[in-house]
C-alpha cells in the first residue's frame, strides 16, 4: 500500500483526470461530426485513447521527476499541492532507476497506441505521436531551457490530444487533411491547449529560484513573474473569448458558454498573478483556481457538446 501510494504520489494521478477531459472533447466532437452514414461508436477505441493519452501524461511526469532530482532542482523547490512534483525521491521512498523504468515504459505503450491508430485512422495521428514523444523526452532537458516547454505542453497535451481523438474516432486512412476537420473542432481544441501550457506556466510561479538554479530558462525566468502573470491573464482572456464569440459565429450551439461557468475563478486566478504572482501564500491559492478553472472547463466543453449530440 505504501508503495502505491509513492507511485500514485510520482505519476501526480490527481492530475491525470486532465487527459481524460480532453479525450472526451475529442470523442463529443467525433460523434457529432460522424463521416459514416451508420456511425458504429467503438467503446474499445475510447478506451484506448484514453490509456494512450493517460500514458504519454504519466510518462512527462516521471520523465520530469527524474530530471529534477539529478539536476537538483527537487532538493530546492518549495512543493505545492499542485506543483514542485513528488519529492519521493529526495525522500528516499523511490528510486531514479525504477522511476526511469516506467517513463519509459508508458512512452513506448503511448506510440504503440498512436501507431495503431495512424494505421487504423489517418497517417497525421503518426506525426502528432512523433510531437508528443519530443515533447516528453526532451520537455525537462531542452524545451524549458528555451522557452518551449510551455507551448510544446499545450499542444502535446491540449491541441493535439483533441485533433488526434477526433481523427482517430472518426478519420479514414483516405481523408485529406483539408476535408477532415469541421472549423469547431480545430476552434475548440485552441482553448484546451491555450490552458494546458497555463496551468503548466502558473506552476512554474514558486519554483522560479528552484529552477534558475536547475538551468531552466522557462517564460517565468525570462519574462519575470510581472510579465508571466500578464501572459496568464492574456491566455486565459483568449480562452474565453473564443467561447463566448463560437456560438456567435454559428460555429457552435449555445450549450458551449456552459464552459464559462469557471470564469471568475479565472479571474480570480489572473488577478492574483498579477498582483500577487511572487507571493507563496497567495499564489498557492490561485494554483488551485486555475487547476479547478482548466479541469472544468475542459469537462464543460465535453458535456455541453455531448448535450448538443443527444
Known amino acids: 500500500m505504501k508503495n502505491f501510494k509513492v507511485w500514485m504520489a510520482q505519476i501526480r494521478a490527481p492530475f491525470l483526470i486532465l487527459s481524460v477531459f480532453l479525450v472526451l472533447i475529442g470523442i463529443a466532437l ?15 477505441h475510447a478506451i484506448l485513447l484514453v490509456l494512450g493519452v493517460v500514458s504519454a501524461h504519466i510518462s512527462v511526469n516521471l520523465f520530469n521527476e527524474h530530471s529534477d532530482y539529478f539536476t537538483q532542482i527537487d532538493f530546492k523547490t518549495k512543493r505545492t499541492p499542485f506543483s514542485g512534483g513528488s519529492g519521493m525521491m529526495v525522500s528516499g521512498q523511490s528510486n531514479p532507476a525504477s522511476v526511469l523504468i516506467v517513463a519509459v515504459t508508458t512512452l513506448l505503450i503511448s506510440i504503440a497506441i498512436g501507431i495503431y491508430f495512424s494505421i487504423l485512422s489517418h497517417w497525421i495521428i503518426l506525426v502528432f505521436a512523433i510531437l ?7 520537455y525537462t532537458n531542452f524545451l524549458a531551457r528555451y522557452m518551449l516547454g510551455e507551448l510544446f505542453a499545450g ?6 490530444v483533441v ?20 472549423s469547431e473542432v480545430i ?28 538551468g531552466r530558462k522557462h517564460l517565468v525566468i525570462r ?3 510581472k510579465g508571466a502573470a500578464w501572459v496568464y491573464a492574456a491566455g486565459m482572456f483568449t480562452s474565453f473569448a473564443i467561447i463566448l464569440v463560437l456560438p456567435l459565429l454559428g460555429l457552435s450551439s449555445y450549450w458551449i458558454y456552459l ?18 504572482g511572487g507571493n507563496y501564500s497567495k499564489i498557492v491559492p490561485a494554483l488551485g483556481a486555475n487547476v479547478i478553472t482548466v479541469l472544468s472547463f475542459d469537462l464543460l466543453v465535453a458535456i455541453a457538446i455531448f448535450i448538443e449530440v443527444f
Request: glycine share 8%; proline share 6%; net charge negative.
Open 30 to 44: 467525433s460523434i457529432k461530426y460522424h463521416s459514416q452514414l451508420s456511425y458504429d461508436f467503438s467503446y474499445f
Open 259 to 276: 464552459a464559462l461557468f469557471p470564469l471568475p475563478l479565472a479571474i480570480k486566478a489572473s488577478l492574483t498573478a498579477i498582483k500577487d
Open 223 to 225: 519574462l519575470g513573474i
Open 163 to 182: 485533433l488526434g481523438t477526433y481523427i482517430s474516432m472518426n478519420a479514414s486512412p483516405g481523408m485529406s487533411l483539408k476535408s477532415m476537420f469541421p
Open 187 to 214: 476552434w475548440l481544441s485552441i482553448p484546451a491547449g491555450i490552458l494546458t501550457s497555463l496551468l503548466l506556466l502558473i506552476n512554474e510561479f514558486p519554483d522560479v529560484e528552484a529552477d534558475k538554479a536547475g
Open 155 to 160: 499542444l502535446a497535451l491540449g491541441t493535439l
Open 132 to 138: 508528443g514523444s519530443i515533447s516528453i523526452v526532451f
